[in-house]
DNA sequence: ATAGTATTTAGATATTTGCCTAAATATACA
DNA sequence: TGTATATTTAGGCAAATATCTAAATACTAT
């Protein structure tokens, strides 16, 4: 739960989210899509993998990351224990 | 929507908002539910408080910190985006 | 008024984070 | 085999974060 409250916490983490909601892709389009350096992606990538918020196919030479939800759930199911107090 | 993220990227204030859960507590009464300084628990009260998550009331020289699940519900919100396919 | 309790503010320090460039690794292709 | 492309790893730096102690503020009660 750690990992995904500090994958999570990241503006550009989050946008690679929204992203890859529309369809999977390769490092080097995500990398198009910011003004930042390759390999700082490829970390922002690393951690949304530590967290299970995304998955990575290598396909050839390149590698395709897309959404992985099942955290998603878990995320959710954390969030609603506060709509509810506690006795 | 950062601040939120901010607030619940920390352990300690995660297990605060659960403790708040249970019923409103005094600052005093929440450190010593951990092996934290006053005023470091302070700060993360105040992080909580500008990710809107938490309320305080002064109560004569206490102050009441109490849950605020209106934030709650725009992240699950910001969540659910991910369970359907963007077309 | 003075002393005591509750909480926050300030200032310092160690750790973590996000970014970069350069180098390493892996695959493709001529 | 040798070169180009895709991605990751390594190393370094500046900014942000979590923690602490000491001091300030606010209220209570003697």
Chains 1, 2 share one sequence.
Do not use: C
Not at 6 to 20: G, H, Q, S, V, Y
Not at 25 to 36: A, P, R
Not at 47 to 68: C, D, E, P, R, T
């Amino acid at each position: 739960m750690n990992n995904v409250f500090k994958a999570l916490n990241d503006p550009t983490r989050r946008e690679i989210l929204e992203l890859l909601r529309g369809k999977d892709m390769t490092v080097g389009e995500i990398v198009d899509k910011f003004h930042i350096s390759g390999p700082s992606i490829s970390h922002h990538l690393d951690l949304l993998k530590q967290a299970n918020l995304v998955n990575s196919k290598k396909n050839g030479q390149f590698i395709y990351y897309s959404l992985n939800t099942t955290v998603v759930d878990e995320i959710m199911k954390w969030l609603l224990q506060f709509k509810s107090k506690k006795k």
